[in-house]
Structures are given as C-alpha cells and as structure tokens.
C-alpha cells in the first residue's frame, strides 16, 4: 500500500528510523484503526518484492518494519530472506491473526477482539502491544499476556482518539501492574508518518 523512511512512532523500538513498508489487506477491521485505507487490498497495485528490496536497501537505517492492514495474510518467505541477505533488520506489526511466515529480528503483536490471535504467534512475539480504549481492554490484555514467552515486552498504548481519557487509567494500571509499560504513538505528537 505505502512505503516511507521514518522513525519508529510507538513500541519498544519507539525513536529508532525505519523504513516501513505497508501490506494492504486486512481481515481485522478494527473500528480505530488509524489507516483504514489499508483494509482493501485490491485498492492498490501490486508492486514486484524485487523493486521493494531495492528501495529498502537504499535507505540508511539498515531496518524495516512490515506492517498493514494485516501483512500475514501473504506468505512474506521471500521478501524476508532476500532483506536478509542484504542485512536488514526485519520487524513484524501483527495482529497474530494469522500463521506466521517469513524470518523476524522481532514480532510485536497487537491483538484484536474482533478477530483473536492465535496462540502459537503469541508465544512468539518480542512485544505485546494493547490498544486500550476502555477499563474491559485490561482484562483482553491480560488474557493475552497468558499465552507470551516470558521475555516478551508488555505494552499497554491508548487508543489515540481517547487518549486523554484512557492515559490516567493506563497510568495507574501500569503503576499496579508493573510488569506493563505504557507505549505512546510518538508519531502523531510530532506529525510525522
């Protein structure tokens, strides 16, 4: 859908530049999703993964960040062992919706009600990003912090359209439960994609 060579705006990684490369398509449809022009993979053209690697392989950051819609929906086998090759950092965006393909430097998944994730990916994720827009998502948190391997980062982020609201509870949840970090979108305070 887009590409674009920015900083990371949310998660442990927050600061770090990254090249992001956005898959359309998504089976998730969350009603706060902040790029829903993603959602319709037929909406944008397909682009050779050949030309994508050399773009990425171009920019200075030497890391990438797949990300959607929901990226799992296609096999990413070969884009990821061609960046690979050319020694590039892989980070994965998920919902954990999907069967993982691909090789990842770090998966961050942020699950979603609407369509759960499996299982098997928690167990896999480096970070556990919640989006909390009410006092019922720390209980979704917690369900799915169950089912991660125990160096997995917790991350509690307030939906951006409730921050005000939401960041007191997250912050006194977090100061309850400090096993959880907070993650803001840092990318939207400094207007940048």
Request: hydrophobic letters at 35%; aromatic letters at 10%; proline letters at 6%.
């Amino acid at each position: 859908m887009e590409e674009f060579y920015s900083l990371q705006g949310e998660g442990i990684h927050t600061g770090n530049p990254a090249y992001f490369l956005r898959i359309g398509g998504c089976n998730v449809g969350c009603r706060f999703c902040d790029v829903k022009e993603a959602w319709n993979a037929h909406k944008h053209t397909l682009t050779p993964v050949d030309e994508i690697v050399q773009r990425i392989v171009a920019n200075p950051s030497r890391a990438v960040v797949v990300t959607g819609g929901e990226p799992m929906l296609y096999n990413l086998n070969y884009l990821c062992e061609t960046l690979k090759n050319n020694n590039i950092q892989l980070y994965l965006e998920t919902s954990g919706s999907e069967s993982l393909s691909g090789i990842w430097d770090w998966i961050c998944v942020s699950p979603k009600r609407n369509h759960p994730p499996l299982q098997s990916v928690l167990l896999q994720a480096n970070e556990l990003k919640v989006v909390i827009c009410n006092e019922t998502d720390f209980v979704w948190a917690e369900e799915n912090a169950k089912y991660v391997n125990k160096n997995c980062h917790l991350l509690l982020q307030p939906e951006w359209s409730k921050r005000i609201t939401i960041i007191p509870e997250i912050v006194d949840y977090i100061l309850k439960n400090p096993q959880w970090r907070i993650s803001l979108q840092s990318h939207k305070y400094m207007k940048i994609p």
